[in-house]
């Protein structure tokens, strides 16, 4: 186990308005939440930005075949 630094718990708490040592304990979907909450807007999830990943070599990620969770909810929806 490890600790951060109180610079780093500083940092943690004013970028996401949780405390760091609640955040372990926190469900993902709970810490979306808290962060839309704080910035007053929806987290948005999509394709990931793979212009910098091409170049290391993956077959998937330079054939733009790297799908994001919603894409592949909306093609099953459509089942």
Known sequence: MFTLNAKTKESIRKSTGID???????????????????????????YLDTSVLAARGSVYIHLHRLISNSWIDKMISKI
């Not at 760091?20 to 962060?35: G, N, R, Y």
């Open 20 to 46: 760091p040592e609640e955040l372990p304990m926190m469900a993902a979907d709970d810490i979306d939440k808290a962060i839309e909450e704080r910035i007053g807007k929806k987290l948005e999830v999509g």
